[in-house]
């Protein structure tokens, strides 16, 4: 089976941008970013079904982030702006049957890769 595996993590500063990729996604599939804080739960941050013609992001995150996919080159990205100390995480992708349109529920994601750290400095 494919795995997924992300990557673009890093540190950067409160205020800059950082994009993370996605290797191994299917075409059929819809994406999702999610990340987690320790001691909090994993959220969902922004999702995308298989054909980019729906999108969905968390509150947080709307208007800075943007997830988007290249079907022909397997890989779903997540362009992130305007970073603040508040979105250092370990982020994840994963995927979910296309079947389910946009996955906004954690539970339908059946595939994830290992995560990407991303530290934002203030």
């Known amino acids: 089976q494919v795995t997924l595996a992300e990557s673009g993590g890093g540190m950067v500063q409160a205020g800059g941008s950082r994009r993370l990729s996605c290797a191994g996604s299917?075409?059929?599939?819809?994406m999702g970013w999610f990340r987690r804080v320790p001691g909090k739960e994993r959220e969902l941050v922004a999702a995308i079904d298989w054909g980019a013609h729906s999108t969905r992001y968390a509150d947080s995150v709307n208007g800075r982030f943007t997830i988007s996919r290249d079907n022909a080159e397997n890989t779903v990205y997540l362009q992130m702006n305007s970073l603040k100390p508040e979105d250092t995480a370990v982020y994840y992708c994963a995927s979910c049957p296309g079947k389910y349109g946009l996955c906004t529920r954690e539970e339908l994601y059946d595939r994830w890769g290992r995560g990407t750290q991303v530290i934002v400095s203030s």
């Open positions: 299917r075409p059929s599939d819809a």
